[in-house]
């Protein structure tokens, strides 16, 4: 099964309209990997602007929405709104929704049963923090949140697992190649088990947390990292390099 390699940026809530702009178009310009599937996390003001000056090669995704089309929910966006301001991707579940805004494994599987519903393609995020990791409950906590998300999933094509350790997402500390591959190859086997033998050989599941230019290389040449979810380093010229770190 050959997974294409899958590179989503992710840029949070940093840049502007200027900014963001002239980085979609410095990717327009730059040589990237045609074999390589890339997506950009914009904030969700300057997703229509951002899908206006992307080549429509590169995907666009939203960093969050809600589980449900339209209504009273203040601050909120939908599918739907993304849809129609240009983008085909979600990043759900992403440890920042989880640990600064408190959003619950629950909430995360409705949210991604809504937006796969919607047709939109989702990045949904699970890992440890590093306190569940030195207690050596990594593997219970990755496999707890991947249930939440795969119960809510019909159309696995439309899914993209992301791997970020919390305690490596903006601190400077990748995890090392052999500790991405051991998470990874125990989240396929948990597919294969729990979703089908088919799911889990054509998943891809991605690695995040303070990917790097320097950093790249050699987690994407280990048999079940997929591709990269890259924040600060994607806001950088060296993302280029990490879009082409498949070899
Ligand atoms: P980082 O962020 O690359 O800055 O560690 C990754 C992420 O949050 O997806």
Redesign the pocket.
Known sequence: MVRKFFV?G?W?MNGNKKSLSELACSINKAKINPDTEVVFGAPAVYIDCIRQTLDCKYGVAAQNCYKVATGAFTGEISPAMIKDCGATWVILG???RRHVFGESDELIGQKVAHALSEGLGVIA?VGEKLDEREAGTTDKVVFAQTKFIADNVKDWAKVVL?Y?PVW????GKTATPQQAQEVHEKLRKWLKDNVSEAVASSVRIIY????TGATCKELAGMCDVDGF??????LKPEFVDIINAKQ
């Open positions: 989503g992710n949070k992403h440890s920042e995020c992301a970020e490596a997402i903006g601190t995040g947390g303070s990917v979810l890259v924040g600060g380093a994607s």
